[in-house]
């Protein structure tokens, strides 16, 4: 297999010409020459009837599936389940949803039904550092525009729900505050789709009585918001609706929380979600069908896309390709100790996506000098994908391992990376689906079908339900992040055994840190070991059902870089978009 990969790439390498005239085009200028087919067709291929009773359009190409249309296939077979996921990201680029899409593209072109579950993009890293999230090359999700700007509208249905929540806590308070809310212990923010550093510490209704009483309050970025994770854990309207019910949103002077349901939010919150909830099908550059819902930050929230989506996924398709955000140490951990443990979903197999040039950087190569061939950098480099595969692993799941193609890539490079995953017990198999689409993963795609065909998964979560909280935030920071301990002040201690006390015990823990390292500084690439992790804040997501652990330096509320995205962001003379990928 090892030399039939090199043989490949051998017959590949001379046509570096021909993928340079790719490159010559940006992905949106590739994204606006695919020749998209009606949503309706689309659909057809997963057989989705033509029925306004099955689906809305939502113009031409986007539907929304309606949710009494996926209760009477609820009793289908399911499809197998692939989890994508990735090497800790570094500035070089590993392209996990690109490889999601061509992989999804893949299995299709060797005759499997397939259908890719993602994220939706949020404005706040579109205008900001990351740019958007809707593939790359000649493996991408369409219409991109649409897609990463306000596409169907769900995170503004989200914001909105969230910002209702905040108006009705101080409007109880105005008048009169019958549930004797503390002012000084309101821990539900604001919310907004948008990197604001000035917006992460403010004070409310000042000018005077007529306004309310003044307090201090805040606003998180709406992919860190709880109504983000219940709407992406909710399993359909009514257990929404219940979640929302549950959201602890401050404590009375006497420590006794108050609930949204004590402020008969839920009701009212639902409806403004009762369209966002419904999936939401686009289609790749191959014409191939696309579940696009939810979008939770992994370094400050969940990491994934929803439960609705992707249950939908497999019951309609034979295989459901979906991702988790960042490395696997963050988006995988937390989807399969959180998602996979709400929902009742277990994947069949793991794809952990790795660059050379990422691998590169993980040894010590500068940015500005990737292009040079550097094979010990790459195999001291190579200690970063060895960490996540053991990680993977310790939760009982096939790996295989997708080498995301850069035409700078050596073949000595790829050589000694293929060689290397083979003695990890993997195998990496070259993918050029930014060049080439679908027919450029094949080989990935008929190998993980082979994984999944051999039954080799043996699921099991990291930690049980009945682990301490802090146990918990041990066992993740010393198993998958390798810390020598953990550290945290008295204040966040007593956090945690209060939380025990009043019944939340047996919830799963979701760490927010830093997304660049297993450790909580940034600048530690590689596989560092021995660190600590220090507990900033713990925060109670009673309607998401678990622990948020706020690590380091990481922020909720992210603010925009020194020469943020949005400065290339424009209309051109034709009215086009430029810059915005």
């Known amino acids: 297999m090892f030399k039939k990969s090199i043989k490949k790439y051998r017959n590949s390498a001379h046509k570096f010409t021909r993928l340079k005239n790719y490159m010559s085009k940006t992905d949106i200028q590739i994204a606006r020459e695919a020749k998209m087919r009606p949503i309706v067709e689309v659909l057809n291929k997963i057989n989705v009837p033509d029925d306004p009773k099955a689906f809305s359009p939502m113009g031409r190409h986007i539907a929304k599936i309606n949710l009494e249309y996926l209760e009477t296939i609820k009793d289908k077979s399911e499809g197998k389940l692939i989890l994508v996921t990735a090497i800790t990201p570094t500035p070089a680029g590993e392209g996990k949803t690109t490889t999601s899409v061509g992989l999804s593209d893949a299995l299709s072109k060797i005759g499997k039904k397939s259908i890719v579950c993602l994220r939706e993009p949020s404005l706040g890293p579109s205008f900001g550092m990351k740019g958007g999230a809707a593939g790359g090359g000649y493996a991408q999700v369409v219409p991109m525009e649409q897609i990463n700007l306000h596409f169907t509208g ?49 004070n409310v209704n000042l000018g005077g009585v007529a306004n309310g009483y003044p307090r201090e309050d805040g606003f998180d970025i709406t992919v860190a918001s709880e109504i983000m994770a219940i709407f992406c854990l909710a399993n359909n309207l009514q257990d929404l609706e219940k979640r929302i019910g549950n959201i602890t949103v401050a404590y009375t002077k006497d420590k006794k929380p108050i609930f949204a349901k004590d402020l008969k939010a839920e009701g009212p919150m639902t409806v ?15 014409n191939n069908p696309a579940i696009i819902h939810g979008g939770p930050f992994a370094n400050i929230a969940h990491g994934c896309n929803s439960v609705i989506a992707t249950k939908a996924g497999l019951k309609l398709a034979d295989y459901v390709v979906t991702e988790a955000g960042f490395g696997a140490d963050l988006g995988a951990e937390k989807f399969l100790d959180i998602k996979c443990r709400k929902s009742n979903i277990k994947p069949n197999c793991v794809v952990i996506v790795a660059t050379i040039r990422a691998l590169k950087m993980h040894g010590g190569v500068a940015k500005d000098e990737l292009k040079s061939e550097n094979v010990e950098a790459l195999k001291k480099g190579l200690v970063n994908l060895q960490r996540h595969i053991e990680n993977i692993k310790k939760f009982g799941l096939p790996v295989a391992v997708a080498v995301n193609h850069f035409v700078d890539d050596t073949e000595n490079e790829v050589k000694e990376l293929i060689k290397a995953c083979e003695k990890m017990g993997v195998k990496a198999k070259l993918c050029m689906h930014w060049a080439k689409g679908g027919e450029g993963t094949k080989d990935l795609a008929s190998h993980v079908v082979e994984l999944i065909d051999q039954n080799k998964s043996n699921f ?31 204040k966040v201690r007593e956090q945690l055994k209060n939380f025990e006390e009043q019944g939340y015990g047996n919830l799963p823990i979701c760490v927010a840190k830093t997304q660049y390292s297993f450790s909580t500084d940034p600048n530690l690439k590689g596989a560092p070991s021995g660190h600590v992790l220090p507990i900033r804040e713990v925060r109670l997501s009673s309607g998401a059902e678990f622990i948020v652990v706020i690590c380091g330096a990481i922020m909720t509320m992210p603010g925009l870089p020194r020469v943020p995205a949005a400065n290339s962001i424009k209309l051109n003379d034709k009215g086009e978009i430029e810059g915005l990928f």
Request: charged share 30%; no cysteine.
């Open 460 to 490: 099991k979560f990291l930690y049980e339900d009945s682990f301490p909280l802090f146990g918990k935030i041990e066992k993740v920071a010393k198993e998958i992040y390798r810390a020598s301990e953990v550290i945290a002040d008295t």
């Open 272 to 286: 403004l979600l009762k369209d966002a909830i419904r999936p939401n099908v686009t289609q790749t550059l191959e």
């Open 154 to 202: 769900d995170f503004h249905a989200i914001t909105s729900a969230h910002n209702l929540l905040s108006s009705l806590i101080d409007n109880h308070i105005y008048w009169g505050n019958k549930l004797n809310i503390d002012v000084r212990r309101i821990i539900w923010k604001r919310v907004m789709d948008m990197n604001d550093r000035a917006l992460r510490a403010i």
